[in-house]
């Protein structure tokens, strides 16, 4: 019609030139405005309704859905599925980092989003709105943008409520969104009112339907599942009703033992248009079912390898293995199934997700079924630097192989141990002959000789080698020279030596690629793969030659080191592992190698328990040399009371709160109720858990109410009660060497200790207020205990975003980074607003005046919305801060007066601490602190 406006009016100008009278022109004219009139795209009109709707369909949405299907059916033949799962009923991409970015739009994509936004803006009087927004919600879908799709969907559902067909389209479709978004509750509130819409509509009820499935196969519901997927399949002509949606059914049916169904289905794959990849496996699920059924499985393992047989399964040869592996560790033949495990990885060249499966599996294999967990650790460290992070359960994976960590590091301590004590026992000439065997210089390939040949060079030496028909890869100086090229872009700048591949490695692998590259190793600066500075052979001689137990004093030490090592192991089979028989065995190896150390009471304890109902016998041996041996032990007190330990629960409870009353009245200066009240504990409670601590504010608590000399008795009795106290004698030797230099002051005092600010007890002077940077003032008294200045606690600044994931060996969660820093803090986190934490910062401080004296440390106390964050500052590098960490996390459990339960420590650097603001970006770093540190 508008084309036909057009035309009037061009007739209209060429009757302008013509002898036709102008009374004609005139009528022609009004007839060319009022057509055009009607045409307007913009007036509401019977005939412009028409007309956009006309349009809206056959010009837009006609062709947005071929557009659609399109993209959809190439989703499907590219999308890569992991068949060792339920596969996932509809496909969608991953949602979008808004850190990094997506993969970015496709064409398809940006065209249909093109023809929904021309239809809401200029056919806006057509029927076809509504299937606008829909479509516009299904581009930012197939984007990854999921929250803007749930935007568009939800708009659809709340303005056609009354047309339950496009109602029910946009309920199915938001469910989806929030199920990608992993928010359940949501997507089954919305699915809720699909159930109950779908009766009021004949037509499109497939794809809810299988919403309706996947949403069941979630929730582990296979035969609902089962029955709202079949209704799916009955109810739709798409695509995927017809091979993606019965390989589901087949699995389904499988997990529910309705094998017969399952075969059906698996063969109405194996006969339709499927790819390739769901055809393989839907034969190997049908060589499985038919086993199942006959039940027998040497036939199927013969019926697998001659699948290798066939070219076409070439790509498919490591699930080949990979399902022989699974049928030999079904038969309990854990030799034969680690063999096929191991060809399926070697022959997964392109798919990570078989050769990470294939490792878990015999990782698996290892900690439950033959209990070697130091191979275990391996090919679990080999699975997660192969699997992609978002394979189910991967967390746990990651947790399992840090937890594996604990026993390598150790069995690493013992034979470091070992082989030292070995070489020092040599003769002085076998002994230099020994160690500079293990430094000898291994060849290595430099990865730059190719890479600094000359153009020229590589042309020369390419052609002589082709005048000899040389078709070798290495032959060809020129291929290499790419192969290094495409390396680099591919994998960056990597050092050579094994599990180059790897980002992040185990900690025993970087130690036997510290070992290999030499103490001394250095990088050039180069950039180039694995080139660095020639290792000062000497210097490694040297330093390795000093750390021979040459002493007695050095061989008790590196005993000690073994034995710890054999204790800790053994603890981690029994308590965390649970497996008594290998704990057993590493206590017996102790106690075998040292009979006289210093955990024979534990471990005498701990074979008690490994023994007990195993070997009675021994059982018994065991618990009479802890009754014997150690008869006031907390291990002979359970023996005899197995309640015992839960009453000391109770009872260290009971202590640390009666200890916070009486800190409290020490913070209110009330010193003869703090004197009082711990002579009723020392009475009540005597020999408890605190009683040093208690004894201590007594002491303070003494010198500041009488004079010198009851201070120094109070000390003096203390350091003769408790000889062995790492926490308080310290802490005490520091004042008694402030009070000694300063002698003749204290003596004149009637009082021997002046008030101050008791969170700050101190003997020695602070320099610099650690966390300000503001110098402290000398007092004008030199031997007068000082005051500190409160200090700013550190801004809590919003988040940052930060796209960095792994970057020159620095790796970020996009929020927490390991980048180095000039700043760390020591925290201790408590996860509770309802326990007074003051008693516990004191602690802290005892601590630090105690055995880090004139460091600066200063301790100090910020509060979050639900926690209490202690921070001890600064530390000026990472290893100074993890020394820290690893000598006071000994004494917490004296030091903190909360339940162990509740509160926890690690370390940071003060970039990240201030991203820290709510109980989420703390749990978060928690997170970050376990895997990273």
């Known amino acids: 019609m508008l084309t036909f406006c057009y035309i009037v009016l061009y007739t209209q100008f060429k009757f302008l030139n013509s002898p036709i009278k102008t ?62 799962q339920i596969l996932s009923v509809n496909i969608a991409p991953p949602s979008i980092d808004y850190l990094t970015g997506g993969p970015g739009q496709s064409q398809e994509l940006a065209d249909i989003a093109l023809k929904a936004q021309t239809i809401i803006q200029e056919k806006n009087f057509s029927n076809y709105i509504d299937e606008a927004y829909i479509l516009l919600g299904k581009t930012n879908f197939y984007n990854g943008n999921y929250y ?27 469910a989806r969104t929030y199920m990608q978004l992993n928010n359940e509750m949501m997507a089954m509130r919305l699915l809720d009112s699909v159930i109950v819409t779908l009766d009021s509509v004949k037509r499109e009820k497939g794809e809810p339907l299988a919403t309706l499935a996947q949403m069941s196969i979630n929730r582990q519901d296979y035969k ?20 993606r949606w019965p390989y589901i059914l087949g699995q389904l049916y499988e997990y529910d033992k309705n094998y017969e169904e399952s075969l059906k289905n698996y063969t109405k794959v194996e006969h339709s248009n499927a790819p390739f990849e769901m055809y393989f496996n ?66 997964s060249t392109t798919n990570s997700n078989q050769k990470g499966l294939s490792y878990l599996k015999i990782a698996d294999l290892n900690f439950k079924n033959t209990k070697d967990y130091i191979a275990a650790k391996l090919y679990y460290d080999s699975a997660i630097n192969t699997l992609p992070k978002n394979y189910p359960n991967y967390e746990q994976i990651l947790k399992k192989s840090q937890n594996l960590e604990y026993l390598s590091n150790r069995y690493e301590i013992i034979s470091a141990q070992d082989t030292l004590q070995f070489i020092a026992k040599l003769t002085e000439p076998q ?53 290094f090229s495409d390396f680099k872009k591919r994998w960056g700048n990597r050092t050579l030596g094994d599990n180059w591949r790897q980002s992040i490695k185990s900690s025993s692998q970087l130690n036997q690629q510290n070992i290999a590259n030499g ?160 002579n009723e504990v020392n009475q009540r409670f005597p020999g408890n858990s605190l009683q040093i601590q208690y004894d201590y504010l007594k ?26 106290d790492s926490l308080i004698r310290p802490l005490i030797n520091a004042h008694l060497d402030y009070i000694n230099a300063n002698l003749d002051v204290f003596k004149q005092r009637k009082i021997a200790l002046l008030d101050f600010d008791e969170a700050e007890q101190k003997f020695v002077a602070q320099k610099v207020n650690p966390i300000a940077g503001t110098p402290v003032q000398t007092p004008p008294v030199a031997n007068a205990p000082i005051t500190q200045p409160n200090s700013p606690t550190p801004p809590i600044t ?136």
Not at 225 to 243: P, Q, V
Not at 536 to 546: E, F, L, P, V
């Open 23 to 84: 009374s004609a022109c005139l009528i022609l004219t009004f007839l060319a405005i009022a057509m055009l009139w009607a045409c307007s795209t913009q007036k509401d009109t019977v005939a412009n309704r028409r007309l956009q709707n006309l349009s809206a369909r056959y010009n837009y949405i006609y062709n947005a859905n071929v557009l659609l299907n399109d993209y959809q059916e190439g989703l499907s033949q590219t999308y890569k599925d992991n068949y060792e």
């Open 148 to 174: 803007n799709a749930a935007e568009y969907f939800d708009y659809v559902e709340r303005a056609y409520k009354k047309d339950k067909r496009t109602y029910l389209n946009a309920l199915n479709w938001k």
């Open 224 to 243: 609902k599942a089962i029955e709202y997927l079949e209704r799916a399949i009955k109810e739709s002509s798409h695509m995927l009703s017809r091979t």
């Open 282 to 347: 839907a034969r190997l699920s049908k060589i499985r079912i038919n086993d199942l059924l006959n039940q027998q499985t040497s036939n199927r393992k013969a019926q697998l390898l001659k699948l290798i047989k066939d070219d076409k399964n070439l790509d498919y040869t490591d699930q080949i293995y990979y399902e022989v592996a699974e049928d030999y560790y079904s038969d309990a033949d854990y030799q034969k199934a680690t063999e096929f495990y191991l060809l399926s990885i070697k022959e």
């Open 431 to 483: 002994r230099t002959k020994k160690i500079a065997q293990l430094f000898e210089p291994k060849p290595q390939l430099v990865a730059d000789d190719v890479n600094t040949t000359s153009p020229r060079q590589i042309l020369n030496i390419g052609s002589t080698n082709n005048k000899q028909g040389n078709t070798f890869y290495f032959g060809s100086p020129i291929a290499i020279s790419r192969g």
């Open 519 to 678: 103490i001394a190793n250095g990088s050039n600066g180069n950039g180039a793969l694995g080139i660095t500075e020639k290792p000062d052979t000497a210097a490694q001689i040297k330093a390795y030659t000093a750390s021979l137990p040459l002493t007695s004093e050095q061989l008790k030490r590196s005993n000690q080191e073994i034995i710890n090592a054999y204790f800790e192991i053994a603890g981690f089979y029994q308590q965390v592992l649970e497996d008594q028989k290998e704990a057993v065995k590493v206590y017996e190896t102790l106690l075998s190698r040292f009979p006289k150390n210093n955990h024979l009471e534990a471990t005498y304890y701990s074979l008690y328990l490994g023994y007990k109902g195993i070997d009675q016998t021994k059982s018994d041996y065991y618990k009479n040399l802890v009754l014997t041996d150690y008869p006031t032990s907390t291990y002979a007190k359970t023996i005899l009371d197995p309640s015992y330990s839960i009453k000391q629960s109770a009872l260290d409870l009971e202590i640390n709160k009666i200890y916070n009353n009486i800190f409290s009245n020490y913070e209110k200066k009330e010193y003869a109720t703090v004197i009082a009240g711990v």
């Open 699 to 724: 002491a303070i608590s003494i010198g500041k109410t009488a004079n010198l000399d009851s201070l120094l008795n109070a000390f003096e009795k203390i350091n003769t009660q408790y000889p062995t």
């Open 798 to 933: 919003p988040i940052a975003n930060d796209s960095t994931r792994i970057v020159n060996n620095i790796k970020s969660d996009g929020l927490f980074s390991t980048a180095a820093s000039t700043t760390y803090y020591f925290i201790v986190s408590v996860g509770s607003m309802e326990h007074s934490v003051s008693s516990s910062r004191f602690g802290i401080g005892q601590f630090n005046r105690g055995n880090y004296a004139g460091e600066n440390l200063k301790h100090q106390l910020i509060d979050l919305a639900e926690d209490q964050i202690i921070y001890v500052g600064n530390f000026n590098s990472l290893s100074e801060v993890a020394e820290y960490s690893e000598e006071i996390k000994k004494q917490l459990p004296k030091i903190m007066k909360v339940p162990a339960n509740i509160y926890n420590n690690f370390f940071i650097s003060k970039e990240n601490f201030d991203k820290i603001k709510d109980r989420t970006t703390l749990n978060r770093y928690l997170e970050f602190f376990k895997t990273n540190y």
